[in-house]
């Protein structure tokens, strides 16, 4: 990967700088089976697993034999609960189950990392100088956003600390999501149409990398 300039904008979306960035800094390579297995983690883990369908034991009716087994032509029959009948009960009921698993922490961690490095090579994330409210503007968020040239798109927006008054000007905002840095992983990086991280985010994003290597 080679170093890639990003440009940094304003609240009024003016391009007011560059960043430079290796993405090596944060990922020498990427692991696309990785990344891969990651985001299937995170997606098994988000299913609830409540489902449940009735067996042969759980469906309403009499045990008793329906017909005698020998002399009327017909197949031998036993249960009407059996679910070859109709109102039977299912051959494999469903019953709830966790479906949650974890892959190593190291493995996710670097994932998160080599999702941020792919989508900084590949031009698809927008910095911004900062990113304040003094109160919640949901206006004003989606004011900028449309400045920026992202609004309307699945958008996820990373800044260096958690933010009350920047969670709630985005919240109502539709497919817009806000996080900081410690809380991001590979599917919430890689899931959105585009990326919006304050200059601070991606300070403290490649202070943290070295030390997770």
């Given amino acids: 990967m080679t170093m890639v300039s990003l440009p940094i904008y ?3 979306g003016q391009e007011v700088g560059r960043y430079e960035i290796d993405p090596a800094e944060l990922a020498p390579k990427i692991n696309k089976q990785l990344l891969h ?5 995170y997606q098994a883990n988000r299913r ?6 009735k067996s042969r034991a759980d469906v309403a009716g009499t045990t008793k034999k329906m017909y005698r087994q020998k002399g009327t032509g017909n197949a031998r029959a036993g249960s009407r609960r059996s679910p070859v009948r109709r109102g039977g009960g ?4 469903k019953r709830p189950r966790d479906f949650s698993y974890r892959l190593p922490k190291q493995a996710v961690r670097l994932a998160t990392r080599m999702a941020l ?3 900084i090579a590949d031009n698809e994330v927008k910095l911004i100088d900062e990113l304040s409210f003094s109160e919640p503007k949901t206006k004003e968020m ?3 956003l449309r400045a920026l040239k992202i609004d309307g798109r699945r958008l996820l927006v990373a800044v260096a600390a958690h933010d009350p008054n920047v969670y ?11 996080l900081p840095v410690g809380d991001l992983n590979a599917l919430e990086v890689l899931r959105p149409r585009a990326v919006l991280m304050t200059k601070a985010a991606l300070d403290a994003l490649r202070r943290k990398a070295p030390a997770a290597v």
């Fill in 10 to 12: 304003n609240r009024s």
């Fill in 90 to 93: 299912h051959t494999f009921a």
């Fill in 142 to 144: 989606a004011a900028i």
């Fill in 168 to 178: 709630l000007s985005a919240r109502n905002l539709a497919d817009v999501c806000v």
């Fill in 48 to 53: 609830q697993g409540t489902f449940q369908s």
């Fill in 37 to 41: 297995d990651v985001v299937v983690m």
């Fill in 117 to 119: 490095a792919a989508r």
